[in-house]
């Protein structure tokens, strides 16, 4: 079995690589010999689980379809962080992601019922800049996301309660634009896909946000962020997304 997940880790390793390089090859990065130059940006993020979570097979499914209202409140926490360097058009970019939320209710035949999902994902990539005009820039992007998904749904009645941890990791591939509305206004926009099967059969994130030039190095930034997951293993299967909107400030430097 150890040997098994060994292998899978370095294939997916293997394909987070080959999509980096595919985008930076096909494109024809050349770093040259300009500066490094970076951005930090860390987002509260008022999103809440939706979709369908079952830990084993044949225990409790934990659904968490609900209106937008019920999904904040069933909200713990959630928060992410992206960062992003670039050296003439090579572009590194990453995120981290956390999300906790909680539910209580009731599975057939109407027993009372309460579960916890906590998700948290990391994404890394790199690739090339290959449009930098004065309105609009455009990066595209080939990495890894690694998932860390820990589910529990508990039924005290019948003394049932069971905990599943998920570790897996996804190719992927991105892009990135952004486009200068004003001197002080400008618009955001990120879209990635991936899984294809190596850790999840799919996974996507999209994110839109309006952002504030407070000065050289301060941004603000209000938008919306809708990150996808659909992954089963042995019987245990999380089919769901973290969506809902953002705020968020950048250090740029």
């Known amino acids: 079995m150890l040997f098994e997940r060994l292998a899978r880790i370095r294939s997916i390793a293997a394909a987070g690589l080959l999509c980096a390089a595919t985008c930076l090859a096909s494109s024809g990065v050349q770093a040259g ?17 939706l979709g369908d979570f079952r830990p084993l097979p044949g225990a409790p499914r934990l659904s968490f379809d609900n209106s937008f209202s019920d999904v904040l409140e069933d909200l713990d926490a959630a928060f992410f962080m992206t960062t992003l360097a670039r050296r003439g058009d090579l572009v590194l970019f990453s995120d981290l992601t956390y ?51 820990d589910g529990l ?32 206004w400008s ?7 991936g899984g294809f099967g190596v850790g999840s059969d799919l996974t996507w994130q999209a994110a839109v946000t309006a952002n504030y030039k407070v000065s050289d190095q301060v941004y603000l930034s209000v938008g919306w962020r809708h990150l996808y997951v659909d992954y ?22």
């Not at 941890?165 to 634009?177: E, G, H, M, S």
């Open 232 to 253: 089963s293993d042995n019987g245990a299967d999380f089919d769901g997304s973290m969506t809902g909107p953002l705020i968020g400030a950048t250090l740029r430097f």
């Open 33 to 49: 010999p300009r500066d490094w130059s970076g951005q930090v940006t860390l987002y509260g993020w008022g999103a809440g689980v």
């Open 187 to 193: 618009l955001l926009a990120y879209l990635d896909a």
């Open 99 to 149: 999300s906790s939320s909680s539910r209580s209710g009731r599975v057939p035949p109407g027993i009372a019922a309460s579960g916890k999902l906590t998700m948290r994902s990391a994404t890394l990539a790199a690739g090339k800049r290959v449009q930098a005009g004065p309105q609009t820039t455009l990066d595209l992007l080939g990495g890894a996301r690694f998932w860390s998904i």
């Open 153 to 184: 749904v508990s039924v005290p009645l019948v003394g049932v309660s069971v905990a599943r941890k998920a570790n897996f990791a996804d190719p992927i591939l991105a892009l990135r634009t952004n486009t200068q509305l004003s001197p002080r």
